[in-house]
């Protein structure tokens, strides 16, 4: 049993997978969660544990509290999360709410209550996965891009308000298009981000993230032109970003 003991959520693929094995190289024990099966034999150590359980839930959350079994949490990675593309008007009511229980109601239940143990032993490192979609409307993705904001503007109020407790780091990731299962999970397969066959890698991403964690970054935008993307929008009108939003998201713009 290591000393370190790191707990990531959204770990069976993607970004959440990169960082576990980031964690298992700079020696954590592991508690991997996610909502879909874990298949990958290489995520993890000997000392890991997998959880499939729905973190749209309090009582997902306090099942992966009850599983790491009172352990000191070191490392926290946030990284569950799902989108939902299409229009907001065709959407069922269950699939939008599941959308913002995960990214929102979940997230924050965790952060709640994880935050208070760090803070109560006086040290603990959070890394939570926002994205460059909170910073622009998004046309034919309005919930998931809605959930991002909060999500990076509720990281940014919860670390200055812990800011006197020198011990705890909160960075927020900032990724734009990743090349993972999320498009194909949110119904976007056709549209023009879903096809686009230059999206990040999930292991650079991770990477960014990993590095301005343990460097105690703030936040971390992952990829130049994402940095650019995100620097145009806080001085673009609105309309603007969301109708370049559209052009990426509408369903069928990949056919163009």
């Not at 306090?62 to 946030?78: S, T």
Request: proline share 4%.
């Amino acid at each position: 049993m290591a000393d370190k003991f790191a707990i990531i959520t959204g770990a069976s693929t993607g970004i959440g997978a990169e960082l576990a094995r980031l964690a298992v190289a700079d020696g954590y024990d592991l508690l991997l969660v996610a909502d879909t099966p874990f298949v990958d034999p290489s995520v993890g150590n000997a000392n890991a544990r997998t959880l499939e359980v729905d973190l749209a839930t309090l009582e997902g959350v306090d099942r992966l509290l009850d599983a790491a079994g009172g352990r000191r949490i070191d490392l926290l990675c946030a990284n569950a999360g799902h989108g939902l593309g299409g229009p907001f008007l065709d959407h069922a009511v269950s699939d939008w709410r599941h959308v913002i229980d995960t990214n929102v109601t979940g997230t924050v239940y965790l952060l709640q209550k994880v935050l208070a143990k760090m803070v109560a032993q006086g040290e603990g490192k959070v890394l939570v996965t926002g994205s460059i979609a909170g910073w622009m409307p998004g046309s034919f993705s309005a919930v998931y891009n809605g959930t991002k904001a909060f999500i990076d503007n509720f990281t940014a109020a919860i670390r200055n308000e812990l800011k006197e407790h020198a011990g705890i780091t909160i960075t927020t990731l900032e990724p734009g298009p990743v090349e993972t299962e999320f498009f194909h999970r949110a119904g976007m397969d056709d549209t023009k981000v879903g096809q686009n066959d230059k999206k990040s890698d999930p292991a650079d991403v991770a990477k960014d993230g990993w590095d301005a964690l343990m460097a105690g970054k703030d936040t971390i935008i992952s990829g130049w032109k994402n940095k650019l993307q995100v620097a145009a929008s806080g001085v673009l009108p609105q309309s603007v970003p969301a109708q370049l939003h559209r052009g990426m998201a509408e369903p069928g713009s990949g056919k163009d």
